[in-house]
T-cell receptor, first 114, second 111 residues
Framework: DGGITQSPKYLFRKEGQNVTLSCEQN?????MYWYRQDPGQGLRLIYY???????QKGDIAEGYSVSREKKESFPLTVTSAQKNPTAFYLC?????????????FGPGTRLTVT | QKEVEQNSGPLSVPEGAIASLNCTYS??????FFWYRQYSGKSPELIMS????GDKEDGRFTAQLNKASQYVSLLIRDSQPSDSATYLC???????????FGTGTRLKVLA
C-alpha cells in the first residue's frame, strides 16, 4: 500500500524541548517537503529536498532542521529556537522528473507546545 | 514574491448545483497547476492536476486553465454535502521544485 506516513499524529511538548517529526514515503519519489499550516492560513514551506543528502530552506526555515539520509525518509526537527511551534505539520513528496509533478501529502502531525 | 490568490469564501451552493472555484497566480513561468481538497483537521488530498490551457475533466470535477489570463478554476458539478471542504489551489513554477499554495476557498454545499 503506497503512501506517505507521518508519526505521531498528535504530539505534545513543553517549551524549550526539541522534537522530531517523522516522515516516510514508499512512492519512490525523489523530492520531499515539509509545510506548516496554522488555523485559517495557507501552507508555508519549511524545507524541501530534491535528492538524498541535499535540502534547501523554504520560506520559514528558522528554528527548524531536517536531514535526508535515505530517499524514503525526511525527518523534521522543531528546535527550541522556533518561537511559535504549535501548528499542523504536513510532509509531502513529488516526482521530480518527467511530465508528472503531482505532490502528495501525508496525514500530518499536530504539534502542541505549552 | 510569487503569489497564488483565492477568495476565502465561504462559497455556499445548494446540493446538486455547480460550484465554481477560482484562482489567480502571479508567476507567468508557472507550468503545473493543482487543486487539493482539505477537510477540517485533515491533510490536503490531490483532486486535479492540469498542465496545458483548456479544460480537463475527471468525474464531477473540471479544471480550467488560462495561462494568458493567469487564471485556473475548478468546477464541481452536482455538488454534494460531502464536497463541503476547503479547496486549495497550488502552482509549481517551471524549473523549480517549489509549490506555491493559495490560502484556500471554503465551500459549503447546503442539503
Amino acid at each position: 500500500d503506497g503512501g506517505i506516513t507521518q508519526s505521531p499524529k498528535y504530539l505534545f511538548r513543553k517549551e524549550g524541548q526539541n522534537v522530531t517529526l517523522s516522515c516516510e514515503q514508499n512512492l519512490n519519489h525523489d523530492a520531499m517537503y515539509w509545510y506548516r499550516q496554522d488555523p485559517g492560513q495557507g501552507l508555508r514551506l519549511i524545507y524541501y529536498s530534491q535528492i538524498v543528502n541535499d535540502f534547501q530552506k523554504g520560506d520559514i526555515a528558522e528554528g527548524y532542521s531536517v536531514s535526508r539520509e535515505k530517499k524514503e525518509s525526511f525527518p523534521l526537527t522543531v528546535t527550541s529556537a522556533q518561537k511559535n511551534p504549535t501548528a499542523f505539520y504536513l510532509c509531502a513528496s513529488s516526482i521530480s522528473t518527467g511530465a508528472n509533478y503531482e505532490q502528495y501529502f501525508g496525514p500530518g502531525t499536530r504539534l502542541t507546545v505549552t | 514574491q510569487k503569489e497564488v490568490e483565492q477568495n476565502s469564501g465561504p462559497l455556499s451552493v445548494p446540493e446538486g448545483a455547480i460550484a465554481s472555484l477560482n484562482c489567480t497566480y502571479s508567476d507567468r513561468g508557472s507550468q503545473s497547476f493543482f487543486w487539493y481538497r482539505q477537510y477540517s483537521g485533515k491533510s490536503p488530498e490531490l483532486i486535479m492536476s492540469i498542465y496545458s490551457n483548456g479544460d480537463k475533466e475527471d468525474g464531477r470535477f473540471t479544471a480550467q486553465l488560462n495561462k494568458a489570463s493567469q487564471y485556473v478554476s475548478l468546477l464541481i458539478r452536482d455538488s454534494q454535502p460531502s464536497d463541503s471542504a476547503t479547496y486549495l489551489c497550488a502552482v509549481r513554477s517551471s524549473g523549480t521544485y517549489k509549490y506555491i499554495f493559495g490560502t484556500g476557498t471554503r465551500l459549503k454545499v447546503l442539503a
